[in-house]
């Protein structure tokens, strides 16, 4: 298997465009993950998918911020406006079950100026 | 509110020796714990775990040790060699959920 698949790895924006995230997970998982790492405040977790249903969205900072799972291999980050302090690394991970081990994608890096 | 720390955001160990990196937690509903590890432009990868019935987890180089009264955790990494070199990132879980808490990572570096 490929892996967790993310795009584009790297993004670089104007404050107030809209940004789009993409990741598809490893084939056959049923839970996806968004996450944001920071210098500040390290790896911390947006939302969560189980079957492609939203399970836990309290991380996501705000309501620029929103994420969909259309099918079952593939999901979208979209953040809009996009504002400087959401420049950051963005990490999709998926798993299988009720299993703790995540498999993470190589991340976006996303940088609005 | 950190309920996972990693207080030393650096460690830099000799080839041969012994790494030890710590992590603390808040919440006493955590009950699964994991190290991940990540190299640079890579997502984290699992790198071993613990459940909080038992208080030690070994995998060859690598063993974690739990204390649940102290509410910390440590990984040891004996020998310590240059591949090693990463950013570790210990993770919790609660009431055997998927959700994982990070903590901010420590950065690792073993000299030759």
Request: neutral net charge; proline residues 6%.
């Amino acid at each position: 298997d490929a892996g967790v698949i993310q795009s584009p790895r790297h993004e670089v924006t104007e404050m107030g465009q809209e940004v789009t995230l993409r990741c598809k997970p490893i084939s056959g998982h049923d839970y996806l993950f968004w996450y944001r790492q920071t210098m500040m405040r390290g790896l911390e977790l947006l939302i969560y998918f189980n079957n492609n249903v939203p399970i836990d969205d309290s991380g996501m900072p705000e309501d620029r911020f929103s994420a969909k799972m259309p099918n079952a291999s593939f999901s979208t980050l979209k953040i809009q406006p996009s504002e400087p302090r959401d420049s950051a690394v963005y990490f999709c991970a998926s798993s299988y079950g009720v299993n703790y081990e995540q498999y993470f994608g190589p991340g976006t890096r996303l940088t609005v100026t | 509110d950190q309920q996972v720390k990693q207080n030393s955001p650096s460690l830099s160990v000799q080839e041969g020796r012994i790494s030890i990196l710590n992590c603390d937690y808040t919440n006493s509903m955590f009950d699964y714990f994991l190290w991940y590890k990540k190299y640079p432009a890579e997502g984290p990868t699992f790198l071993i775990s613990i459940s909080s019935i038992k208080d030690k987890n070994e995998d060859g180089r690598f063993t974690v040790f739990l204390n649940k009264s102290a509410k910390h955790l440590s990984l040891h990494i004996v020998p310590s060699q240059p591949g090693d070199s990463a950013v570790y990132f210990c993770a919790a879980s609660a009431n055997a959920g998927n959700m994982l808490t990070f903590g901010g990572g420590t950065r690792l570096m073993v000299k030759p």
